[in-house]
Structures are given as C-alpha cells and as structure tokens.
C-alpha cells in the first residue's frame, strides 16, 4: 500500500506529498527501506527538495537510522541514496561518512552497479575516502567480469578522478583492461563511457594497448556508421 502510494506520487512528481509522507510516517514501523530509498530517489529529480527542512529532517532520520540500525539498509538502497544526492548535487558529510566508513558490509554484500553508482557518487560529491577506493579496487575480479561498460567506466573515472594508485589499483584496472572483448567487440558500451575508460586509464598512466586500440576501432566504426 505504502509503496504503490510513494510510486503514485513519484509519477506525478507530488514532491510535496513524498516529503509530507515522510514528516507523517518517520516514527510509525511502516518505512521500510524500499520505501525510504524510493523516496529519494523521486525527490532526486526535484532540486528545490535539498533546500526543504523536511528533506533536512528526512536525511537526519536515514543517517540516525544507518548509525543505528545499520543492517536497515542493504547495500542497494544505501547506492541509490547516494546516487540520489550526487544527482541533486548536495553533499552531507554525515550520511556520506556513514557510506565509507561501513564500507566492509556494503562493498561484500553489492554487486558492481551498486558499487559502480557509490563510487561515483561520492566522487561527484567531492566526498574522498582512500579506505573505500581500496576497498572496492580488492574486488577487482567481480567488478570486471560482472559490471557493464557503465559501471566499468564509472569506476574506472571515480578512480582517475580521485588520482588514486595503489597496488590493488593496478589489479583492478589490469581486470578491466582484460574485458576489451565483452567491452568493446560486443558493442555495449557508447562512446561517452569509452572515452571515459581511457581518459581514466591514462590519467593513472596506466598502459593498456589492446584496450585502447580496441576502443579507437569502435570509435572509428562508429563515425564510419
């Protein structure tokens, strides 16, 4: 009921009512983290909602709840919070800090477009975390062989970005660069993201002949098409 009334209002963009819903349940048992993280989600497309005291409220109730009750939220919803306030480009420290420093349990428990929407979101938000970068760089093998050209472009910029090398750095990028086939033959990557792989791969001075040649041969195709 709850959850139908929440996607009702995020269709037709009834911000208002999300943030009224929230100030009307936060001390019932009825929010879920479905519910909490459907919420945010909608008020992401809204950017007057960052300047709301309800939206201030409603990010104290998450970051009391992670503190808290952290098993609450799984590592899905705790990425599209985040992901959330990276699109309403509205850093909060104290949620943020929460992300990264419960890395342990929501890297393990994430598969790679979780971790792929949380590294990039924290890089957007300028939120830095060398522990979380490492953390997710030891992970290197699920994330290259599961993660599409997205999330392997997001992760691969969130690194580039942040300027940071590091042994399991190294692995991590080796991972990916070894994937050119399913990346780039296959085809399920635009040209955004390829661009975005190699911008990445050659601010860490990272060598990675095949992969490079196999983009510029998609590149090429493309313009030819």
Known sequence: MLSAHINN?????????????????????????????????????????????????????????????????????????????????????PFLDLITGNRARIIANANTQDLSNIVWSLTSLKHRSNEFLESVASHASKIATTGNTQDLSNIAWSFGKNGYKSSATRTLFDAIASQAPRIVVARNGRLQELSNLVWAFSTLNHRATPLFAAIATAAAQNFQN
């Open 9 to 93: 209002m995020k269709r037709g963009d009834n911000f208002d009512g999300i943030l009224s819903l929230f100030i009307r349940e936060q001390y019932t048992p009825n929010l879920n983290t479905i519910h909490v993280s459907n919420m945010f989600s909608a008020l992401s497309s809204h950017l007057g909602s960052k300047s709301d005291p309800r939206f201030t409220a409603f990010l104290t109730f998450t970051c009391n709840k992670l503190q808290t009750t952290p098993g609450f939220f799984d590592s899905r919803a705790l990425a599209s919070i985040t992901h959330s306030l990276a699109r309403l480009n509205h850093p909060h420290p």
